[in-house]
């Protein structure tokens, strides 16, 4: 299902994909084509919730990814030229 997923919004330009329990292979997130995962780096807990930032923006903004909880993430996103942080999702 996460393989037919992603090859169906592959060509959908889609900037960001949130998921709740993701499938995990050997404790780590599958990975996508076009897409840079971030998930909770919580020690001892599986992660449970993931989002997919899609490639175009991960080369214009960089991103920091905070898991109050293990079922929380907070992704806050920054432009390159160091500018304050501009969203968060």
């Known amino acids: 299902m996460f393989l037919t997923l992603f090859s169906l919004i592959m060509n959908r330009n889609l900037s960001f994909v949130c998921l709740q329990d993701p499938l995990l292979f050997q404790g ?3 990975r996508a084509p076009g897409y840079q995962y971030f998930s909770s780096n919580i020690i001892g807990q599986k992660k449970q919730v993931a989002i ?3 490639c175009f923006l991960t ?3 960089n991103y920091f990814c905070v898991s109050p909880v293990a079922d929380v993430l907070h992704l806050l996103m920054s432009r390159n030229d160091g500018s ?3 969203a968060g999702i």
């Open 52 to 54: 997919y930032v899609n």
């Open 59 to 61: 080369d214009c903004f």
């Open 28 to 30: 780590d997130l599958l």
């Open 84 to 86: 304050k942080v501009i």
